[in-house]
């Protein structure tokens, strides 16, 4: 696996372990973000490529500084 796609899964691993662990179902957490709920999908799954814009709107809703969507779990 390329960098590219190992980060892209390590960074959707996060964000749905940090959308767990504050109890929100992924539609919820997208309708909490004005996301898609496929788009946080797709991001949960790695499959996506989220900009800056929609990361900060992710650790915004998390309630979170942008640095701990991207720490190791």
């Not at 372990?17 to 496929?38: C, H, M, V």
Request: aromatic residues 8%.
């Amino acid at each position: 696996m390329n960098q590219e796609k190992l980060a892209a899964k390590k960074f959707g691993k996060r964000v749905r372990q940090l959308r767990q662990e504050k109890g929100w179902s992924q539609e919820g957490f997208a309708f909490e973000a004005r996301l898609d709920r496929t788009y946080v999908g797709g991001i949960e799954r790695g499959e996506r490529n989220p900009s800056l814009k929609n990361i900060a709107r992710l650790a915004d809703t998390l309630g979170i500084p942008m640095s701990k969507l991207f720490e190791s779990n």
